[in-house]
């Protein structure tokens, strides 16, 4: 009997209702992304993803940031939960927080963040609605590595999601999630296959068999 591959350890950080979470368990569920979820954790306790973690039998974490008196003093908090619980890879799934340099450092170029525009343009917590607001044609989901500023880090991959003349806002942004539940397993995926290799602003995604 073969042993069974080894999963990669994603903590995933939440602020909502998790759908971005829910998209990661499926593929998982699927054998379609080769990782497990070893805690989620949300600044926010009404949360709906920390619902979907314990239906789903993943530890599910609330820290307030209430209780700390920093930004520093929260984010060694949750690096210190992240590391209570083995976590290999961090993964923003709708988090409304900055992340600073003590998760950053202890997880280097395995945090991973998704955002709804075409990064650079239209960063921000309102990047659909700014898209539709600015007229363009285009705009789409990018995931990237996060670093100490937000939606600047690294590019990892981009798919453009097409505005049409008719379109609302709503219409747009279920479009976009659309394509989150898909790319955002599939470029986890590609980090459980150590396929991808940051040059600079540039990331590499390596073929199968070149890991």
Do not use: C
């Not at 979907?52 to 530890?59: D, F, K, T």
Request: charged share 25%; glycine share 10%; hydrophobic share 45%.
């Amino acid at each position: 009997m073969h042993a069974e591959a080894k999963k990669l350890r994603l903590g995933v950080l939440i602020s909502g209702g998790g759908t971005n979470l829910q998209s990661i368990l499926n593929a998982i569920e699927l054998g379609e992304l080769d990782a497990q979820v070893a805690v989620v954790i949300s600044n926010r306790g009404d949360a709906y993803g920390l619902e979907r973690a314990r239906l789903a039998g993943v530890p599910a974490v609330f820290l307030d940031p209430k209780g700390y008196a920093t930004l520093i003093d929260y984010n060694h908090a949750l690096r210190e939960t992240l590391d209570e619980h083995g976590v290999e890879a961090v993964i923003m799934a709708g988090y409304m927080r900055l992340l600073g340099r003590e998760v950053l450092e202890a997880f280097p170029s395995r945090v991973l963040n998704i955002h709804p525009a075409l990064l650079p343009s239209f960063p921000g917590a309102s990047g659909v609605a700014d898209a539709w607001k600015a007229g363009v044609k285009v705009t789409g989901v990018t995931v990237h590595f996060a670093d100490e500023k937000f939606d600047e880090g690294p590019i990892i991959a981009q798919e453009v999601v097409r505005i049409e003349e008719d379109d609302t806002v709503a219409m747009v942004e279920a479009r976009i999630h659309s394509v989150e539940h898909r790319i955002y397993p599939a470029a986890i995926q590609l980090l459980a296959q150590d396929r991808i290799r940051v040059e600079g602003r540039r990331v590499r995604v390596l073929p199968r068999g070149d890991a």
